[in-house]
């Protein structure tokens, strides 16, 4: 039997388990808090953003939000995030991506004070992960790595595939699977659009990363039997549905399911946990500014 590895159950989990750290920071007077910055009107970023707001409400977390008009300078947006690294209250922040094309995104990420980066992408905070020092894991990584525990994946010395090298997502990964920690020690292949026979790739692998954003792209007959495979892809589709689209992964989820011992759904694996290590991070942001530790 195929198991279908329920990412809302264990981001549940996650969630749960924070609530005590975030009690015990609002007691020493140090609720945490989170803001989002949105530059635009994208549907798709304001519909994530909420998502992030509501989870913040659910687990006592405070949260802001600052929108930046989408046709503002570059400077407008700097100015919101200068001014939320001086604010005391704002443990950690997000610019949500994708920003307009006429500001640079690197360029944003360099001015978010590294110690509010909870989404992990500052280079500080890369460097501190790839030299296995991590601040803050970035939230999809860190949620693949916790989806892998709660289904008893035993990492070390597996051999995993990560489909695409994105800085978001592949190789953050790649990088914490490698490292000589008990979350890792893996064999990690990384594969991208100039890599040669991925099938191959993907059939050698005890676990299956995709993080490609190409609709189906990985099917059965690319996974190996018994392997386990983790579907990072969310893609939206034609459909004859009330939205007129319909969101599936980057893998063929009926045939993969056929080989594979565990699988991920889309929706329901990967999102779910992206979001709740993101309100983990801030949690750590809190007591790390604040100096009241907690467990995590
Ligand atoms: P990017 O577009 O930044 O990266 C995609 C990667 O896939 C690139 O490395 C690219 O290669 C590679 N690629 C593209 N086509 C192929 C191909 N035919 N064969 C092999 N590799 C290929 O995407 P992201 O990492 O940002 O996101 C990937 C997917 O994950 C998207 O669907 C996104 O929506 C989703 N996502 C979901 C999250 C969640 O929480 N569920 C969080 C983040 C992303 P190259 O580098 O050569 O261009």
Redesign the pocket.
Same mark, same amino acid.
């Given at each position: 039997m195929t198991e279908i590895i329920d990412g809302n159950a264990v981001a549940s989990e996650i969630r749960d388990g924070l609530t005590g750290s975030i009690e015990a920071l609002a007691d020493a007077g140090a609720r945490p808090g989170l803001a989002t910055v949105l530059m635009g009107d994208d549907p798709a970023s304001e519909t994530y953003v909420n998502m992030k707001q509501r989870d913040c409400e659910e687990v006592g977390i405070e949260s802001v939000h600052v929108d930046v008009d989408g046709d503002a300078s570059p400077e407008t947006l700097y100015d919101s995030i200068a001014d939320l690294n001086d604010n005391p209250d704002v443990h950690g922040y997000i610019v949500q991506a994708p920003v307009p094309d006429h500001v640079d995104y690197r360029d944003v990420i360099r001015r978010v004070d590294p110690e509010k980066d909870v989404d992990g992408f500052h280079p500080e905070n890369v460097g501190r992960l790839v030299a296995g020092d991590a601040r803050f894991r970035p939230c +999809?990584p860190h949620g693949i790595q916790k989806l892998l525990e709660a289904t008893e994946v035993d990492t070390e010395g597996a051999d995993v595939t990560i =489909?695409?090298? %994105?800085a978001? *997502?592949?190789k953050p990964l790649a990088n914490l699977l490698v490292q000589k920690a008990d979350d890792g020690n893996a064999t990690v292949t990384i594969?991208? %659009?100039?890599?040669e026979d991925?099938a191959a790739k993907t059939r050698q692998a005890d676990v299956v990363v995709a993080? =490609?954003? *190409?609709p189906e792209?990985i099917d059965g007959s690319m996974i190996d039997d018994g392997a386990v495979v983790i579907d *990072?892809? *969310?893609?939206r589709v034609d459909a004859d549905t009330e939205k007129g689209y319909e969101l599936v992964g980057?893998v063929e989820f009926e045939t993969a399911a056929e080989n594979a011992d565990a699988i991920t759904p889309v929706p329901g694996g =990967?999102?779910p946990m +992206?979001r709740a290590m993101l309100l983990y991070n801030t949690v750590k942001a809190a007591s790390l500014q604040e100096g009241v530790p907690v467990d995590l």
């Amino acid at each position: 039997m195929t198991e279908i590895i329920d990412g809302n159950a264990v981001a549940s989990e996650i969630r749960d388990g924070l609530t005590g750290s975030i009690e015990a920071l609002a007691d020493a007077g140090a609720r945490p808090g989170l803001a989002t910055v949105l530059m635009g009107d994208d549907p798709a970023s304001e519909t994530y953003v909420n998502m992030k707001q509501r989870d913040c409400e659910e687990v006592g977390i405070e949260s802001v939000h600052v929108d930046v008009d989408g046709d503002a300078s570059p400077e407008t947006l700097y100015d919101s995030i200068a001014d939320l690294n001086d604010n005391p209250d704002v443990h950690g922040y997000i610019v949500q991506a994708p920003v307009p094309d006429h500001v640079d995104y690197r360029d944003v990420i360099r001015r978010v004070d590294p110690e509010k980066d909870v989404d992990g992408f500052h280079p500080e905070n890369v460097g501190r992960l790839v030299a296995g020092d991590a601040r803050f894991r970035p939230c +999809t990584p860190h949620g693949i790595q916790k989806l892998l525990e709660a289904t008893e994946v035993d990492t070390e010395g597996a051999d995993v595939t990560i =489909v695409g090298r %994105s800085a978001i *997502v592949g190789k953050p990964l790649a990088n914490l699977l490698v490292q000589k920690a008990d979350d890792g020690n893996a064999t990690v292949t990384i594969c991208h %659009s100039r890599t040669e026979d991925l099938a191959a790739k993907t059939r050698q692998a005890d676990v299956v990363v995709a993080a =490609v954003g *190409v609709p189906e792209l990985i099917d059965g007959s690319m996974i190996d039997d018994g392997a386990v495979v983790i579907d *990072v892809g *969310v893609n939206r589709v034609d459909a004859d549905t009330e939205k007129g689209y319909e969101l599936v992964g980057d893998v063929e989820f009926e045939t993969a399911a056929e080989n594979a011992d565990a699988i991920t759904p889309v929706p329901g694996g =990967v999102g779910p946990m +992206t979001r709740a290590m993101l309100l983990y991070n801030t949690v750590k942001a809190a007591s790390l500014q604040e100096g009241v530790p907690v467990d995590l």
